[in-house]
């Protein structure tokens, strides 16, 4: 079963390649959505994909890229369609 993730990365996450190392990570996975940068310095990730797969990627959201200090990672479930593949924005 499909679900969606929308998740809040705080911390040192801008200017680090937490983006990048997310998509690769997220592509790695067979995970399909999107992260993009804040506003307020945080990143916004949405993951769509089998729930094993979420888990590994929200574990990973902790750590991120060596440069990332994480802060705090909410997440919650969304109901929406699943994009085609992973992208950054």
Known sequence: ???CLRCRVSG???GV???ASTRKQAR???LCGHARNLDDGSVE????GPDKDLA???EWLWVGP???????VE?????LEPPADFTTG
């Open 66 to 72: 060596p440069a990332a200090r994480v802060t705090a």
């Open 28 to 30: 790695e996975l067979g």
């Open 17 to 19: 390649f937490f983006r």
């Open 45 to 48: 990730v949405l993951a769509c």
């Open 56 to 58: 590994v990627l929200r």
């Open 1 to 3: 079963m499909t679900r």
């Open 75 to 79: 997440c919650e479930a969304v109901d």
């Open 12 to 14: 040192r996450v801008q």
